[in-house]
């Protein structure tokens, strides 16, 4: 604040119908953008903070895999599991990463087929995260199911006894889906980074840097004959991952609504767990990305203005979860169906009383300080309140899987959940695991889609004078596409 | 002037451009000129400049329909007879095959097949990967995948002449007008 000048010019959150919004601020042209981004890779010496974030997430990896191989030594009951809780925290942590994950798809598919331009600075980012997220929640139930020597079971492959997986259940298809989703992500992410991989590889000094670079981006050499194919493929495979990553979490409900535990058994779950995996990604990504565009100087590339939008979308998910949480209690009530009631009563005034509540004030009260514009663009305040989403949307996982299984149909069988030490240091690896893959990602790989923030900066608008736009999305129908000339 | 394709002979012509929109102006002259081997690079895909190059739509969109709807019959087939044929069994009461419970494999099969082929398909259409190429080698080129914009006209293309094309590039309003050799082996 101690000049207001520039930090006006770096405000670009108001809203002026009259202006097109500045996405890329401080006066940036194509080479500057290349050389911001780059340089990050290429140039700038390591700073020893990664380094020391490194072998702490590194550490913890570790503690992760010790875990896991006490785990397989031991069998299951390392964990606190008892009968008839026999999902806890492996489960809720799967449910939990993979919604993480869903950001990153919204922001590079959906977003770009509703030619959100903003998306361009942070798609890169969000995406990385996403495969991220989804390797880490891939390894939980890989590691639940007991014999792990024999998880191979889960695939159709043919195997000794001559039988084949049961495609009846929804545990099945969640294979084919985190799967599916987990490969969708990793094309689309490599399709994105190719041209900027070429950028990298033009820019690089070093021998071994050229080879590596030049390697992976499979010699592209910014012919349009290319992009145009290109162009063609991005869109499809967005179009290919919009009802994808609707699909993912829709089939990780149906592991629980396909159920008959009172609670589970909702038609709701589908949409209710799309939302809130929007809503715990956005908030993972701001948790990342706050920092990183401090540290690496990113403030003209990923501007408030980017982060006051996915603040609204936090805003906007964060209200759909708390909607849907009231409406499990109304259709709790209405179907007059005894053990429904019960189970919701339970939830909220049974012993898991505290995480219920947690949950909802992390998921649906303390978001809603976003509605203040002063608030949704406050750094501070933003980073805090999406450390609290992440909290609430573990806890909401925790509370839908815990309390119905603790107390379900038989009381005599009831019994409560005390997670191990095992429990804990697992989960906590698991963090471990995805900061590592997020810092060598930020220190070996472009951070930034160059090659798209180039396409959303004025100067690269061919015809500037028939343009019409005002705001961020209008105006950028390709020719083609307007005229219907395309085949 | 016969451009041949031995080691270290002229591959083609490249001028420069600093801005989006000469290029693309320069970019419909080299259609309207008649050229066709000649290639447009720029570090973003310029809107617009499919029209000003003449380039015709792709049939990616046709490879990526035909795997998808071969993902939904694997997996229709696959789950058919793998449940209801290859091994039999009953699981509470539910039936062999029915079509509610194979639609989630159904979808992400035909998605799955779908984004290979739209993968796969782009890099084979433009003929990647591809590590050495004439272009590459060009010190200058180096730019097109950070902030300029070139128009190549390569020694193939029946119209082309060193003299003329060379005149013609230069009338296109480009910085600098080179050669691009083809790349010796080694």
Redesign the interface.
């Known amino acids: 604040m101690k000049n207001p000048q520039v930090s006006q010019a770096w405000d670009n959150t108001r809203d002026d119908p009259t202006r097109p919004v500045e996405l890329i601020l401080g006066g940036n042209d194509f080479t500057s953008i290349t050389e911001k981004v780059s340089d990050i890779v290429l140039e700038r010496k390591t700073p020893r903070a990664w380094y020391l974030a490194f072998f702490a997430s590194a550490g913890l990896t570790g503690v992760l895999f010790l875990m896991i191989g006490w785990l397989f030594i031991r069998g299951v009951g390392v964990w606190g599991l008892n009968n008839p809780v026999g999902w806890a925290w492996d489960i809720t942590n799967f449910v939990f990463w993979v919604g993480i994950g869903h950001a990153g798809t919204l922001i590079s598919a959906i977003l770009f087929l509703l030619r959100q331009k903003w998306r361009t600075s942070i798609n890169r980012f969000a995406e990385a995260m996403t495969i991220f997220a989804v390797v880490c929640a891939g390894i939980f139930p890989g590691i639940h199911v007991g014999r792990v020597w024999v998880v191979y079971w889960l695939f159709p492959l043919p195997n000794e006894q001559a039988m084949w997986p049961n495609f009846r259940s929804p545990l099945l298809w969640d294979v084919f889906a985190v799967g599916t989703y987990m490969t969708v992500s990793l094309l689309f992410w490599y399709t994105g980074m190719v041209p900027d991989l070429a950028t990298l590889r033009d820019r690089a000094r070093g021998r071994v840097r050229q080879a590596i670079y030049g390697f992976l981006a499979l010699g592209w050499r910014n012919s349009h004959r290319h992009w145009h194919r290109y162009e063609k493929a991005y869109l499809l495979l967005a179009g290919l991952a919009t009802p994808l990553v609707l699909s993912v979490h829709s089939v990780v409900s149906f592991d629980f609504a396909t159920s008959q535990i009172p609670g589970w058994h909702t038609a709701i779950f589908p949409p209710y767990f799309v939302a809130g995996a929007v809503f715990s990604g956005f908030a993972m990504v701001g948790t990342i990305l706050i920092p990183a565009r401090k540290w690496f100087g990113l403030e003209q590339i990923i501007t408030k203005h980017h982060l006051e939008n996915m603040n609204k979308i936090i805003l906007a998910t964060g209200s759909m979860v708390g909607f849907a949480y009231a409406t499990e209690f109304f259709i709790a009530w209405y179907s007059g169906n005894p053990n429904e009631s019960f189970a919701f009563i339970n939830r909220a005034f049974g012993p898991y009383a505290w995480a219920y509540w947690t949950m909802v004030t992390c998921n649906v009260v303390t978001p809603q300080l976003f509605w203040s514009k002063k608030l949704r663009t406050n750094l501070g305040v933003m980073w805090v309140m999406y450390i609290f989403v992440n909290i609430g949307m573990w806890f909401e996982r925790f509370v839908i899987i815990v309390t119905s299984l603790s107390r379900d149909f038989l009381p005599s069988s009831w019994a409560y959940f005390r997670p191990t030490p095992v429990d804990v240091l697992t989960f906590v690896g698991s963090f471990g695991l995805f900061f590592t893959l997020v810092l060598l990602f930020i220190r070996f790989l472009p951070m930034i889609a160059m090659a798209e923030v180039k396409t959303v900066m004025p100067i690269a608008d061919a015809h500037s004078g028939e343009r019409r736009s005002v705001g961020d999305y209008h105006g950028d129908i390709p020719a083609h596409v307007r005229d219907g000339g395309d085949r | 002037m016969s451009a041949t394709s031995h080691g270290g002979g002229l591959h083609a012509l490249l001028t420069e451009f600093e801005?989006?929109?000469a290029?693309?102006q320069a970019?419909a002259k080299v259609r309207d000129a008649g050229f066709r081997h000649w290639?447009?690079?720029?570090?973003?895909?310029?809107?617009?400049?499919?029209?000003a190059?003449g380039?015709r739509?792709?049939r990616?969109?046709w490879l990526?329909l035909a795997s998808g709807a071969t993902g939904l019959g694997v997996a229709t087939l696959?789950?058919w007879w793998?449940?209801a044929v290859?091994?039999p069994?009953v699981?509470s009461g539910?039936p062999l095959f029915?079509l509610p419970?194979?639609v989630?494999?159904m979808?992400?099969?035909t998605?799955?097949f779908?984004?290979?082929a739209?993968?796969f398909?782009?890099?084979g259409?433009?003929g990647?990967?591809?590590?050495?190429?004439p272009?590459?080698a060009h010190d200058r080129?180096?730019?097109?995948?950070?902030?300029r914009f070139y128009i190549v006209i390569e020694a193939r293309d029946p119209k082309f002449d060193l003299e003329r094309t060379r005149a013609f590039l230069a009338s296109l309003g480009g910085s600098v007008v080179d050669e691009v050799r083809e790349s010796v082996e080694g």
């Open positions: 801005s989006p929109s290029f693309m970019c290639d447009a690079h720029s570090p973003f895909p310029v809107h617009g400049l499919d029209d190059m380039i739509g792709t990616l969109p990526v696959m789950q793998m449940n290859d091994y069994y699981i539910k029915g419970a194979a989630p494999v979808f992400e099969l998605v799955l779908s984004a290979f739209c993968f398909g782009m890099w259409l433009n990647m990967p591809r590590l050495h190429h272009l590459l080129f180096r730019r097109a995948s950070q902030d």
